[in-house]
């Protein structure tokens, strides 16, 4: 494909379009499914920004991170914290309000939440420039979990007991739209220069090296803009529904590796049909209440024996 | 004083449990470079199976003796050895040559059907350990208190660990685990039967685990299906801690985490005991990336 010239009329109508048919899935979801469902495919969405950014750093970056829960965590009590304490004095906007009104503090809040988790994939995308493999891993994965203790016991987030009296803002479209731009900057992101670096330190860090991309820098910016997202999702998850510390357990950051792994590592529409595909069945195998559990995970055993390489493997589906 | 030395006995006892959970991981991650996620989930079948035993032998309570327990602890760790041969033949041998994240879903999945398993089999409220041996407080010098279970747990571990040692560096088997561990191809070229090895690398680990559960049934008597995932997660950290792939970096790293846990639970406040073994280790790598006793190796272009 030949690159096109970037044009703003053509983005502007894009993120037009997105949001346009954003609300409308919203209201029609709203209209026709009952409140289970509509509930499913908020996390669905969640889950598919939660998937489509790790996959940027798991998949696309070749690192290893096991942390994702950590990112998402500290989205969603800074955005939590920010809505809480700063919005009302800001926006003069009180946790009832609802409506109209509630927007462009919903829509700070996530950016709130966004840079404050992309400061700290900064932080931890550090190391990375000594640690390779499953060291990175090990690192992310206590990342994750001192960010959960600390946030256990600072008191002005509620600590222990949960974060209370967090306005529930977010639906359906907010989600959607979130999902959206996820995708839409990953895939602009990987069909760029910035794109082929990142799959350059992927198949071969020394080769790439050599060639002269900088790693470490598109390494830390990986975690980085992972770690945005992640924080997005976060914020839009803690104004959803009841926020606590245990949301967002090492068990959050291996669900989301398995949709990445599932649905083909390097594979944003992989990531997508694995976030979904991983919402949905648990919730598809309720009728068997107690056993569910079971067959998900002897599920998991089989499709990695069948197809080792995810769903759809390093391709987007389609040609190749 | 007497506080520090009563907190850094307590972590060595404690310390001692994860560097036998550590011994598993790092067995098997110096083979198959698999992180072993189910591993966490075998020491609590280890325990599990324990119960069931000493229940069926009337090994516990009051016609608990010594030979009784010794047997329970036996019968754990062949049940343990026989799960973790079956996990490794059913699980991870399909996926061996696949990419090693393909390898790590699998044994997440794995995990996770142990947990839930256990939760439908065993039931998800706690259980009581029994007693296998009577507990007896030992008063040591400077006003230390330890229990006989404490002292039961560290003597356990260290002939474990001193027994292990003898079999990799003594024995045929033992360097033939070496070998593949060194370089798997290498060694099948050799006439290595690298799949043998492999088993019963998976069979000595998961003994381990076993076996560690049994000890934690005797000092922290309530057991159930979900226990395993701290611990697992910890001890695996503990491997990493020492150097993954070492053996005495597997125990180094066990007890530095069991006793900067107590520490912390003593000094200042056990909300941050599961966040202390992170710090440490987040230091430790960025001082020493490949762990106290790992080797770093260069890769060849």
Redesign the interface.
Known sequence: MSPRRFSLARSLLATAGVLVLAWGIDRLAGQVLNPYLYRILVLCGLNVMLALSLNLVNGITGQFSIGHAGFMAVGAYASAAFTVYAVPRLFGVGPEAAGAVVMAPLFLALLVGGSASALAGFVVGLPSMRLRGDYLAIVTLGFGEIIRVAILNIDAVGGARGFAGVPHRTDLAWVLAGAAATFLVLRNLLRSYHGRAFLAIREDEIAAEALGVPTTRYKVTAFVIAAFFAGVAGALFAHYTYLHTNSFTFMKSIEVIVMVVLGGMGSLVGSILGATVLTALPEALRFASAERLIIYSVLLIVLMIARPQGILGKTEGGRR | MQELFQQLANGIAWGSIYALIALGYTMV?GILRL?NFAHGDVYMVGAFAAYYFAIATGAGGATASLPGALLVLLGAMVACALLGVLIEFL?YR??RR??R??AL??A???S??L???G??VFGADPKFFPQLIPPRRIHLAGGVVVTNHQVTVVVVSILLMVGLTLFIHRTKTGKAMRAVAFHRDAASLMGIPVNRIITITFAIGSALAAAAGVLVGLTNPKIEPLMG?MPG?KA??AA?LGG?GSIPGAVIGGLVMGVSEYLVVGYL?S??R??I???I??LV??IR???LLGRNVA?K?
């Open positions: 991650y992180i699980a399909p996926v696949s990419s994240l393909t879903i699998t997440i999945g794995v996770l059907f947990e839930n398993v939760l439908r995932i997660i695996f950290v990493v993954i406040s909300t941050y599961d966040a073994a992170f710090i280790l987040i790598l960025l990336p490949a762990g890769e272009v």
